[in-house]
C-alpha cells in the first residue's frame, strides 16, 4: 500500500496541533551485541525514530487522550523487548493518569532477532491494557497495513473498539510464512480489512483520512458528561387499545424501529459490529450513542433485518452480551430494545445454544452493576424478546406487546390451529398496557393515530432519555 503515514504522520493527523508530548525515554543499547546494534540503527535512520513503537499523550479536539502508534519503516513495525516495555509503560501512565487510550498497530509481529524473550512480552503487554480496562478507561485501536502475529494477537485483539484501514492485511500468521511452511499460498482474500469486518471481527473499515472524526465521536459518547435531556416529552394518557389492533400495527411496514431511534433520538452515534470473536449478526446491532443527550450503549433488535430466512439466532445473542459487557467495563448505561417477530427455531439455533444464549443474556441484564433501560419498541416474541427485557426501568411504546409466543403458535396449542390468534392475544394479556398494571413496564409512551417513525422514534429518546437521567443523577463521569 503506497503513501502509508510514519508513526508521526499518524499522531499529527489524530491529535490536536501543538498537544503531543512524547513519554518516550531513549533507548538504551549499551548492552546489544554489535551485530544487531548496527540493525537497530540503521533502521532508526531508516525510519526516524529509535524503536518501533512511539509513545505519548495529546489532544483530541480538547480531550485528552494517549497514544501508543507502531512505525513500520523500524524493522517491520516488530516488537522487541525494548518496545514492549516502552508500550507496557505507556498503557500503565495511561492508566495512572486515567486517560482513554489510542494505539495503532503497523507490524510482522514478534522481533525474530530476540526470540523467545521478546514473544513473552505479549503476555506483559496484554496484561497491561486488561489493567487499563479494568479502571473503565476506553481502549481503541486502528489496525494498518500489516498487522500480523503477536501485535495483532496482543494489543491488536484487546480493544472495545477495533477498526482498520482500507485493504489492510491483518491476520494471525503472515501469509510468506504460510507459503513457506506449507507449500502453498494461503486463500487469498480471508486476511484483509474487508473479510474481518464482514465476519464481525473488527466493528469498521475506516480510510486512515476519517480517523480523527472515528476517534472523536467515540470519546464523545464515552469521555464527555451528559447534557440535560431536550427533546419534549410526550404526556397524556394512552389509548385502551385491542390487542389484535396493537400485534397488526407492530408487524405493519413502516412501524419505527431501532434504526429510526439512533437516527431521530441518537446523537454522535457510532456503531460497533460483530461479537468481535468472528460472528455477525444484522438482526442485532450495538452503538455508542447519545439518547437526549444521554450517553449509553445501545443493543437492539433490529425489526428491518429479521425475516422468516433471517430469525434472531444465538450469534445475534452473543452480539448483544457484547454490548452489555461494553456497557459494565466502560461503565456506561446500557438501553436494549426489544423488537422481534421471534427467534430462530432451526437445528443451526440448537446446536448454537439458543436456549443458553437467551438464559445468559438474561443473567447478564440482571446482573450489571450500571443503569438499565430496557425498550418495548414494537414485538415482543418469545425468549428472543424476553432476553433484551428485564431493565431495571423499562420504558414501552403505547401499541407494543410480549408474548411467550406469536398468538398464532398459542393458539396452536390451545385450539389446534391459528384461527383463535386475536382471542388469544387479547386472553393472555400481551399488551404494554397490561404490563404496566402488572408493574412489568415502568414507562409507557403513547401513540397517536397518525404518526411518522420520527415522531415516535423522538418520543420513545425522550422517554429513555428522562430514565437515564434520572438514573444516572448525582454520578460523576
Given at each position: 500500500?503506497?503513501?502509508?503515514?510514519?508513526?508521526?504522520?499518524?499522531?499529527?493527523?489524530?491529535?490536536?496541533?501543538?498537544?503531543?508530548?512524547?513519554?518516550?525515554?531513549?533507548?538504551?543499547?549499551?548492552?546489544?551485541?554489535?551485530?544487531?546494534?548496527?540493525?537497530?540503527?540503521?533502521?532508526?535512520?531508516?525510519a526516524g525514530t529509535d524503536e518501533s513503537v512511539i509513545t505519548g499523550r495529546g489532544l483530541v479536539r480538547g480531550r485528552?487522550?494517549?497514544?501508543?502508534?507502531?512505525?513500520?519503516?523500524?524493522?517491520?513495525?516488530?516488537?522487541?523487548?525494548?518496545?514492549?516495555?516502552?508500550?507496557?509503560?505507556?498503557?500503565?501512565?495511561?492508566?495512572?493518569?486515567?486517560?482513554?487510550?489510542?494505539?495503532?498497530?503497523?507490524?510482522?509481529?514478534?522481533?525474530?532477532?530476540?526470540?523467545?524473550?521478546?514473544?513473552?512480552?505479549?503476555?506483559?503487554?496484554?496484561?497491561?491494557?486488561?489493567?487499563?480496562?479494568?479502571?473503565?478507561?476506553?481502549?481503541?485501536?486502528?489496525?494498518r497495513h500489516p498487522t500480523t502475529g503477536g501485535v495483532f494477537a496482543s494489543w491488536g485483539s484487546l480493544a472495545h473498539?477495533?477498526?482498520?484501514?482500507?485493504?489492510?492485511?491483518?491476520?494471525?500468521?503472515?501469509?510468506?510464512?504460510?507459503?513457506?511452511?506449507?507449500?502453498?499460498?494461503?486463500?487469498?482474500?480471508?486476511?484483509?480489512?474487508?473479510?474481518?469486518?464482514?465476519?464481525?471481527?473488527?466493528?469498521?473499515?475506516?480510510?486512515?483520512?476519517?480517523?480523527?472524526?472515528?476517534?472523536?465521536?467515540?470519546?464523545?459518547?464515552?469521555?464527555?458528561?451528559?447534557?440535560?435531556?431536550?427533546?419534549?416529552?410526550?404526556?397524556?394518557?394512552?389509548?385502551?387499545?385491542?390487542?389484535?389492533?396493537?400485534?397488526?400495527?407492530?408487524?405493519?411496514?413502516?412501524?419505527?424501529?431501532?434504526?429510526?431511534?439512533?437516527?431521530?433520538?441518537?446523537?454522535?452515534?457510532?456503531?460497533?459490529?460483530?461479537?468481535?470473536?468472528?460472528?455477525?449478526?444484522?438482526?442485532?446491532?450495538?452503538?455508542?450513542?447519545?439518547?437526549?443527550?444521554?450517553?449509553?450503549?445501545?443493543?437492539?433488535?433490529?425489526?428491518?433485518?429479521?425475516?422468516?430466512?433471517?430469525?434472531?439466532?444465538?450469534?445475534?445473542?452473543?452480539?448483544?452480551?457484547?454490548?452489555?459487557?461494553?456497557?459494565?467495563?466502560?461503565?456506561?448505561?446500557?438501553?436494549?430494545?426489544?423488537?422481534?417477530?421471534?427467534?430462530?427455531?432451526?437445528?443451526?439455533?440448537?446446536?448454537?445454544?439458543?436456549?443458553?444464549?437467551?438464559?445468559?443474556?438474561?443473567?447478564?441484564?440482571?446482573?450489571?452493576?450500571?443503569?438499565?433501560?430496557?425498550?418495548?419498541?414494537?414485538?415482543?416474541?418469545?425468549?428472543?424478546?424476553?432476553a433484551l427485557l428485564p431493565a431495571r426501568t423499562v420504558v414501552a411504546a403505547e401499541r407494543s406487546w410480549l408474548s411467550?409466543?406469536?398468538?398464532?403458535?398459542?393458539?396452536?396449542?390451545?385450539?389446534?390451529?391459528?384461527?383463535?390468534?386475536?382471542?388469544?392475544?387479547?386472553?393472555?394479556?400481551?399488551?404494554?398496557?397490561?404490563?404496566?398494571?402488572?408493574?412489568?413496564?415502568?414507562?409507557?409512551?403513547?401513540?397517536?393515530?397518525?404518526?411518522?417513525?420520527?415522531?415516535?422514534?423522538?418520543?420513545?429518546?425522550?422517554?429513555?432519555?428522562?430514565?437515564?437521567?434520572?438514573?444516572?443523577?448525582?454520578?460523576?463521569?
Open positions: 500500500m503506497s503513501g502509508r503515514l510514519g508513526a508521526r504522520e499518524l499522531i499529527d493527523l489524530v491529535l490536536d496541533a501543538g498537544t503531543q508530548v512524547s513519554w518516550d525515554r531513549p533507548i538504551d543499547l549499551s548492552g546489544v551485541a554489535p551485530d544487531y546494534r548496527a540493525e537497530l540503527e540503521a533502521a532508526a535512520a531508516k485528552p487522550v494517549a497514544v501508543v502508534v507502531n512505525e513500520f519503516r523500524f524493522l517491520a513495525g516488530s516488537i522487541g523487548r525494548a518496545a514492549a516495555a516502552r508500550i507496557v509503560a505507556a498503557v500503565r501512565r495511561a492508566t495512572a493518569e486515567g486517560l482513554p487510550l489510542l494505539a495503532a498497530t503497523a507490524s510482522g509481529g514478534t522481533r525474530m532477532q530476540e526470540g523467545t524473550p521478546a514473544f513473552l512480552q505479549m503476555v506483559e503487554i496484554s496484561r497491561a491494557l486488561m489493567e487499563h480496562r479494568a479502571a473503565g478507561l476506553p481502549y481503541l485501536v486502528y489496525l473498539v477495533t477498526v482498520a484501514e482500507p485493504g489492510a492485511l491483518v491476520g494471525f500468521l503472515g501469509p510468506k510464512v504460510y507459503e513457506a511452511l506449507h507449500g502453498s499460498p494461503f486463500p487469498a482474500g480471508v486476511q484483509t480489512a474487508e473479510n474481518l469486518a464482514a465476519h464481525g471481527v473488527i466493528d469498521a473499515v475506516v480510510p486512515v483520512a476519517d480517523l480523527p472524526e472515528l476517534v472523536d465521536r467515540a470519546l464523545g459518547v464515552l469521555v464527555d458528561p451528559p447534557v440535560p435531556p431536550s427533546l419534549p416529552r410526550r404526556l397524556g394518557d394512552v389509548t385502551d387499545r385491542d390487542a389484535w389492533e396493537c400485534i397488526t400495527s407492530t408487524r405493519a411496514e413502516g412501524r419505527a424501529g431501532v434504526r429510526d431511534l439512533l437516527r431521530h433520538g441518537g446523537s454522535g452515534t457510532l456503531r460497533l459490529n460483530g461479537t468481535d470473536g468472528g460472528e455477525r449478526d444484522e438482526s442485532v446491532l450495538i452503538a455508542l450513542t447519545r439518547l437526549d443527550g444521554q450517553p449509553c450503549v445501545v443493543v437492539g433488535q433490529d425489526r428491518s433485518r429479521q425475516d422468516g430466512q433471517n430469525l434472531l439466532g444465538p450469534s445475534a445473542l452473543r452480539q448483544a452480551r457484547r454490548g452489555m459487557r461494553l456497557a459494565e467495563e466502560l461503565r456506561l448505561p446500557l438501553v436494549t430494545v426489544v423488537d422481534t417477530p421471534g427467534a430462530e427455531l432451526s437445528q443451526r439455533a440448537e446446536e448454537g445454544a439458543m436456549a443458553g444464549e437467551i438464559a445468559r443474556c438474561i443473567a447478564a441484564l440482571t446482573t450489571l452493576s450500571v443503569p438499565t433501560v430496557s425498550v418495548l419498541l414494537g414485538q415482543g416474541c418469545g425468549g428472543g424478546a424476553l411467550p409466543l406469536p398468538p398464532e403458535g398459542a393458539s396452536v396449542i390451545v385450539h389446534g390451529d391459528v384461527s383463535h390468534a386475536a382471542d388469544m392475544a387479547r386472553r393472555q394479556g400481551v399488551r404494554a398496557i397490561d404490563m404496566q398494571a402488572s408493574g412489568a413496564v415502568h414507562v409507557l409512551v403513547p401513540e397517536a393515530d397518525a404518526e411518522t417513525p420520527a415522531d415516535l422514534a423522538i418520543a420513545v429518546a425522550a422517554a429513555c432519555g428522562e430514565a437515564l437521567a434520572a438514573a444516572t443523577a448525582g454520578s460523576v463521569r
